[in-house]
């Protein structure tokens, strides 16, 4: 049996509800057996960090929120079953009437190369930090001292923070992490 030609398409979901959209998209391509026409789901995601409390958390972010991304071959009842899933409200860029537009080659690999780099690269800090800020030490021997950004450094995740010592202005080297904004 010879393989079946797939394209990228986008589908609409509701927003927040991409998870949700994904899970119902291969639960009834199992259920329907339609595994030779639908290769792949995914919802491109990236691995932000925050710190809440002292403490580094992480977590899954949407890069394009509302959307999913579907690889499958858009023949016989295959489109009308991707259009009638629950949190799914038809395809991106389809005109009335007519089949739903395929993602362009360089569109595919531009955004499954930004899935992978996000994937492989580093955590990003969601938390931007501004000159004049009032920050408190969160880790280090400078714990709970309060202080003003002096400087900032995105590409070695570091501030220049300017706290008071015994009364005396002293300049500290501090990674993201260990400060939270007050």
Same mark, same amino acid.
């Given at each position: 049996m010879s393989e079946i030609a797939k394209q990228w398409y986008v589908l609409r979901s509701a927003g927040g509800r991409e998870k949700k959209a994904k899970?119902?998209?291969e639960n009834e391509i199992k259920?329907?057996? @339609?595994?030779?026409?639908?290769?792949? &789901?995914l919802i491109p995601t990236e691995k932000i960090y925050q710190v809440r409390n002292g403490k580094k958390i992480s977590?899954?972010?949407?890069?394009? +929120?509302g959307y999913v991304l579907i690889e499958a071959a858009l023949v016989g009842e295959v489109e009308h079953v991707l259009?009638?899933? +629950?949190? *799914?409200? =038809?395809? @991106?860029g389809e005109v009335k009437g007519s089949k739903p537009m +395929? @993602?362009? +080659?360089a569109e595919v690999n531009r955004i499954l190369g930004r899935v992978d780099a996000l994937a492989e690269g580093e955590e990003e800090n969601i938390t931007p930090f501004v000159i004049g800020e009032? &920050?408190? *030490?969160?880790?280090?021997?400078?714990? =709970?001292?309060d202080g003003t950004i002096e400087e900032?450094?995105?590409d070695r995740k570091k501030l220049k923070v300017t706290v008071k010592i015994f009364g005396r202005r002293t300049l500290l080297e501090l990674g993201f992490v260990q400060v939270e904004k007050e």
């Open positions: 899970e119902y998209i259920r329907l057996r @339609l595994q030779d026409y639908v290769a792949q &789901v977590k899954d972010r949407i890069y394009y +929120p259009r009638n899933i +629950p949190n *799914v409200s =038809g395809f @991106l +395929p @993602l362009r +080659p009032q &920050v408190r *030490v969160t880790d280090g021997p400078f714990n =709970g001292f900032v450094n995105e």
